[in-house]
């Protein structure tokens, strides 16, 4: 079965401090993405990783990609209450589709 | 460029009736999926169309149909509506199986 975890499914963190968002994948992929969703709005794109090894980052945010792992990762870094949302990873498992994790709901303390 | 667009953003429909939502893809894009989200879950997949046909199909029944237009538009169309087909519905758009970007999403309420 084509299975997309997240942990963990709800993070409560203080501004200022680091944290990491883990997704796991059941079965060989070379295509994950990261998505942020506003409560209510839809999916904006935060990363693409193609290959093992990939990191990206943009701004207080960087993802990393782990094929033989399978896994991925998001960094928060120094955290801002703008980044309070909740964060998809979803994976093309090569048939054509998104198979998406369960997200993770983020929420920054002032 | 105006991106992916769906329409309408709100719908109430009552249990038993058909809906029709729509999707119009970004510029340069030929592929259009449909996802259901239900409240507090991630997305999952309905279906994909390409060239007109439908090229994907995930764990959804009959009552789910779709259709994709000459000019890579597509309609999702869902019959005999039921309680747990409230959700919001989200379209994407890609260039083949490259980056998927998703529209604002229909918003369907049934009662």
């Known amino acids: 079965e084509l299975k997309v975890e997240q942990n963990p499914l709800f993070l409560s963190m203080q501004e200022g401090k680091n944290y990491t968002i883990y997704c796991n994948y059941s079965?060989?992929?070379?295509?994950l993405y990261w998505y942020r969703q506003d409560p209510g709005k839809s999916l904006e794109s935060l990363f693409v990783l193609l290959s093992n090894g990939a990191v990206k980052q943009e701004g207080r945010l960087m993802a990393s990609l782990d094929t033989k792992a399978r896994l991925s990762t998001l960094h928060i870094t120094a955290a801002v209450h703008d980044l309070s949302a909740t964060y998809f990873c979803a994976v093309n498992f090569g048939n054509e589709k998104l198979t998406f994790g369960t997200g993770t709901r983020l929420t920054i303390i002032p | 460029d105006a991106g992916v667009t769906q329409s309408p953003t709100h719908l109430i429909k009552t249990r038993g009736q058909q809906v029709t939502l729509r999707c119009s893809p970004k510029?340069?894009?030929?592929?259009v999926s449909w996802y259901q989200q239900a409240l507090g879950q991630g997305p999952q997949f309905i279906f994909q169309y390409y060239e007109e046909e439908e090229r994907q199909r995930g764990n959804f029944p009959d009552r789910f149909s779709g259709h994709q237009f000459p000019n890579y538009s597509s309609e999702l169309n869902v019959n005999a509506l039921l309680l747990g087909d409230s959700a919001l519905y989200l379209c994407?758009?890609?260039?083949?199986?490259?980056?998927?970007?998703f529209g604002q999403g229909t918003r369907l309420t049934v009662v």
């Open positions: 994407a758009s890609s260039l083949r199986q490259l980056e998927a970007f």
């Open positions: 510029s340069g894009h030929d592929t």
């Open positions: 079965t060989t992929s070379d295509r």
